[in-house]
């Protein structure tokens, strides 16, 4: 199966949403837990690949921040990816502290109970 797709050469190619942004999942390289969720527009995104810290745009505050600029729990980038369509980023970091702002590792720390008893029943 072949890709005709444009290939991605840079930060301006990615496809974001009409606010400007676009998803990144945050990973611990060395466990794959996944850390968080956040957004980027292309001036974070720049950023992060320039510095290998993560920086992110904060839609309530609408502006840029750098993961751990107060809590010192800075994110170092290992790798980012792009999905197939270009619009969802994985970044792969190493977690100095903990992720969440709760004090857990993950912000996926709370998990529904599944009604039908358990996984793929």
């Not at 990615?14 to 390289?29: C, F, H, N, S, T």
């Not at 968080?36 to 920086?55: I, Q």
């Not at 839609?59 to 999905?83: I, M, N």
């Amino acid at each position: 199966m072949g890709n005709d797709e444009t290939p991605v050469t840079g930060v301006e190619d990615m496809k974001y949403d009409d606010r400007g942004l676009i998803p990144a999942i945050v990973q611990e390289e060395s466990t794959g837990q996944v850390l968080m969720l956040a957004y980027m527009n292309r001036e974070s995104l720049s950023k992060t690949l320039e510095t290998g810290r993560t920086w992110f745009y904060s839609r309530s505050r609408q502006e840029l921040w750098p993961k751990g600029e107060t809590s010192g729990h800075v994110q170092r980038v290992k790798r980012v990816f792009y999905d197939c369509d270009a619009d969802t980023l994985l970044v792969q970091v190493e977690q100095v502290g903990v992720a969440c702002h709760t004090g857990e590792m993950s912000c996926f720390y709370r998990e529904f109970q599944l009604d039908c008893g358990g996984p793929g029943e």
